[in-house]
């Protein structure tokens, strides 16, 4: 399968963590966790769409003004998924800046923020520039089982609650499904390839009828004019695969109950992004901290049956030491789980 999420580790594994996730074919991108933020261009950051953050430690979320300051100015509604209290401290991150001057801009900047917390239902709230980024209460949206957030075309964003000694969530964002093109049938129809593909998966992602008309074009300049098919007698040129998963842990402690959310979260994830902040030998001071360990990490990366690991949030203790670390986690995922060796670059799969 071609991958079509492709995730960065924005800080290498020492830094701050987060990772940017592009789709291909879509604008949009999404950043879990907004910490340091200087890894990316202004150009990235206007693509932003969605921001999910695990928890509000510095390292997880001083970046937001790096993320707001070329917004302003800008039409953009920006989804955004925290835990419990998360509306509030966007609020007040917001009101350290003077918007007297607001009224003048033309542009509305909109935040929708959604707060996982336990019990039957979700929080919602959103703050607009043009409504001086004051809160204002939306309908909360049921509690998923699945913990599915938000819908984003054929993205679905999960999240699962964990305890780093505050709420911290964790998260998993997946295609439905993955659309293939049979470049063989369209040659063999006589049928280009080119931008009216993407009509066709979508509607077959969407389950349009076998009537629905699939205007066939090879360029976006024959749009206009093209001549449509009826989706039945196209069908069969795509074929229709389990969608690909990318799962991020980070900042929980080793305790049981952390262990079995975390894993059933990450199950069959095509990578698992985890945080690895301590060596094995140091499992009395992750406890302490409420972090993992690298043998922790690999074990949970075992029992959710994941295809690779890109662990991260490694301590500055063990500064020269990635090797070690990388080779402990690789112990305890043991074999079949693919695992970054020191000499290749972060999250470049």
């Keep these: ?7 960065r ?7 701050d963590p987060g990772i940017l996730v592009e789709a291909m074919h879509r604008t949009g991108l999404v950043l879990i966790d907004c910490g340091d933020l200087s890894a990316l261009s202004p150009r990235h950051l206007l693509r932003v769409e969605i921001v999910a953050v695990s928890h509000a430690h510095m390292d997880h979320w001083a970046g937001f003004d790096t993320l707001l300051r070329p917004l302003i100015g800008r039409e953009k509604r920006l989804t955004l998924v925290g835990p419990a209290g998360f ?3 966007v609020f007040h991150r917001l009101q350290g800046y003077t918007w007297n001057l607001a009224h003048r801009i033309p542009a509305d900047l ?25 809160p204002e ?28 000694g505050t709420p911290c ?15 063989n049938r369209l040659d063999e129809r006589g049928l280009p390839a080119g931008p009216w593909l993407a009509g066709l998966k979508a509607a077959v992602m969407e389950g349009r009828p076998d009537d629905h008309p699939i205007p066939v074009f090879a360029r976006p300049s024959e749009a206009m004019d093209a001549t449509s098919l009826p989706l039945g007698t196209l069908r069969d040129l795509v074929s229709i695969t ?14 049981p109950s952390n262990r079995a959310a975390a894993i059933a979260l990450a199950r069959g994830a095509d990578t698992l992004f985890i ?7 140091d499992a009395a001071i992750a406890l302490d901290r409420c972090h993992l360990t690298t043998r922790a990490a690999g074990e949970i990366a075992r029992a959710a049956g994941v295809r690779r690991v890109e662990p991260f949030h490694f301590s500055p203790r063990y500064a020269g030491m990635e090797g070690q670390l990388l080779a402990e986690l690789a112990a305890a995922a043991g074999p079949g789980i693919i695992v970054p060796s020191a000499d290749r670059p972060a999250a470049q799969p």
Excluded: C
Excluded at 1 to 7: A, E, G, I, V
Excluded at 9 to 15: A, E, Q
Excluded at 146 to 161: C, E, Q, W, Y
């Design 1 to 7: 399968m071609r991958p079509t999420l492709h995730p």
């Design 9 to 15: 580790l924005l800080n290498g594994r020492s830094g």
């Design 87 to 89: 509306a509030q401290r």
């Design 110 to 134: 909109v935040f929708e923020v959604t707060e996982i917390v336990e019990g039957p239902a979700w929080p919602r709230t959103r703050l607009r520039l043009h409504g001086g980024f004051q």
């Design 137 to 164: 209460p939306l309908a909360p949206i049921p509690a998923a089982p699945d913990g599915t957030v938000l819908r984003s075309g054929p993205l679905r964003l999960r999240a699962a609650l964990l305890d780093h």
């Design 169 to 183: 969530l964790g998260f998993v964002l997946e295609e439905e499904a993955h659309l293939n093109v049979w470049r």
């Design 242 to 255: 389990p969608g690909q998963r990318l799962a991020y842990l980070t900042d929980l402690a080793d305790r």
């Design 275 to 281: 945080e690895a902040t301590f060596a094995a030998e």
